[in-house]
C-alpha cells in the first residue's frame, strides 16, 4: 500500500513539473512587451530623437557661457616707440601672470526662421518615433497572437490524433471479436491496425507540431524555449471590431494606424526642413554681451597685475552674399526629401486601405468558415455514430468505418483550425484599423466540443 501510495505521489509531482502556469492571451502579450529587445531598440531610438528635440529647443533661448584661462608669459619690459623719440621707451614691466575670466551671453535675433524650423523638425520627428514604438507594439502583439492560438490549434490536433487512436484501438477490439463469431474477415483486422498505424504515426507528428510551436510562442514572449506553457485563453468570445463598412475601417485606420501617423509627422518634418534651409538665404542676426574679468585688464593702461573687469554688449549680422549657390543646393535637398516623404505617405495611405479591406473580407469569410465547420462536425459525429453502430453489428463494412472515422477526423481538425483563423482574422483586422493587433477573450477558459 506505502509502495502504490509512494507511485501516486511521484506520478502526481512529475505531471504537476509537466504543466506549466495557466497562460492567458493577455499575460503572454504582457509578458512580451517586457522582454522585447525590437521595442527597447525602438524606444532607445526614440529617446534620442527626444533629446535632439530639447536640444534644438534650446538652441531659440539665450546660452550664458562662462570661460577662463591662465598664461605664463616670459619676463621683460614692454616698451612703446613714439615719433617724437628716436628710441622706444619703457612703459613698465611685463606682467608674466595673466589670468582672464568671461562671463558671455549669446542670443539669436534673427536666423530667418531657420532655428524655429529646425526645432518643429526635430520635434516632429521625435513623435514620429514615438508612433514607431506604437507600432512595433503592435507588430508585436499580433505575431504573439499568431503564436499562442497556433500552439492552442496545434494541441488541440493533438487531442484529436489521440482520441482518434483510442477510437481504432476500440475497432480493433470490435473487428477481432467479429472475425471470432464469424462476421468479420481477418482482412478487415488488417485493414484497421493499418488505420491504427496510421493514426499512431499522425499522433507522433501532432506531438512534434505541438512542441515547436510552444518553442515559437516562448520564442515569442522572450522565455526559454522549453518552459512549459498551459494555454487557459480560447478563441472566441473576443472584441472583434465591428460589422462597419470598408469605408469606415479604412477612415479609422488613417486616424489611428501608428505608422500613418508616424509618415504624417515625417513629412511635416520634412516641410519644416525646407523651411530651415531657406533660412539661409537671410542674414543672421546676434545679440551678444559679456562681463571680463582680467589681470591684467588690457583695456586699462598702464598694465598691472590686478583684477579688473569690464562689460561689453553688440549685435552681431552674418550675411553669405555669395556661396556658390550652397544655400540654393540645401534647399533642393529638403524639397527633394519632402517630396519623398509625401509620396511615402500616400503609398502607405493606399497600402492602409487595400490591407483594411482584404481584412475585412478575411474576417467575414472566417466567420461563414466556422459556420460551415461546426455544422460539418456534427454530421462527421452522427455518420461515425450510426456507422459504428452498423459494423458492430455485421451491417457495415469496415471500409465505411473507417472512412467515417478519417471524415470525422478531418471535420474536427478544420473546425478548430476555422477558430483559430477567425481569431486571427479578427486580431488582423484589429491591428490594421489601428487596435493593438491582438484580441484577448472577454472569458478565458477551456472550451470544449
Known sequence: MKRLLMCVLLGAAAAAAQTGKPLTLEEALATARENSR???IVAARGEGDRARADEAQASL??????????QRISSGQFRLLSTSTPLPFTVGDVVEDNWTFRVGLRQPLFTGFSLSRVSEAAGLQADASAFDRTMAERDLALNVTAAYWTLYQARNVRR???????RLESYVRDTERLVR?????????????????????????????????????????????????????VPGGAQQPGDAPPEALVGRAQAYRSDYLA???????????VGAAR????????????????????????????????????????????????????????????????????????NIALEVRRAALSLHRSREKLAVSRLGVEQAREHL????????????????????????????????????EDAMAAAVLERAVGGPGGTVPANPGKEGG
Request: charged share 20%; glycine share 8%.
Open 61 to 70: 533661448y539665450p546660452g550664458l557661457r562662462v570661460t577662463g584661462g591662465y
Open 385 to 420: 455514430r450510426v456507422t459504428a453502430d452498423r459494423y458492430r453489428s455485421g451491417l457495415a463494412t469496415s471500409t465505411e468505418l473507417l472512412d467515417a472515422e478519417v471524415a470525422l477526423l478531418q471535420a474536427e481538425t478544420q473546425h478548430e483550425g476555422a477558430r483559430v
Open 160 to 166: 484529436l490524433t489521440a482520441e482518434n487512436v483510442a
Open 263 to 273: 509618415a504624417t509627422a515625417r513629412a511635416s518634418a520634412a516641410e519644416a526642413a
Open 38 to 40: 525590437l521595442l527597447g
Open 279 to 350: 533660412g539661409g538665404w537671410w542674414p543672421q542676426l546676434e545679440l551678444t554681451a559679456g562681463y571680463n574679468l582680467n589681470s591684467p585688464n588690457q583695456r586699462y593702461q598702464p598694465l598691472v597685475g590686478e583684477f579688473k573687469g569690464n562689460w561689453d554688449i553688440g549685435v552681431l549680422m552674418a550675411f553669405d552674399v555669395w556661396n556658390w549657390n550652397a544655400t540654393g543646393h540645401r534647399v533642393e535637398q529638403a524639397e527633394a526629401a519632402e517630396k519623398q516623404a509625401r509620396l511615402q505617405q500616400a503609398q502607405l495611405r493606399d
Open 181 to 233: 463469431a464469424g462476421l468479420a474477415t481477418r482482412s478487415d483486422v488488417l485493414k484497421v491496425q493499418l488505420q491504427l498505424s496510421n493514426a499512431r504515426i499522425a499522433r507522433i507528428d501532432a506531438e512534434n507540431d505541438a512542441q515547436v510551436a510552444m518553442m515559437n510562442l516562448n520564442t515569442a514572449m522572450g522565455s526559454a524555449p522549453e518552459t512549459e506553457l498551459e494555454l487557459s485563453s
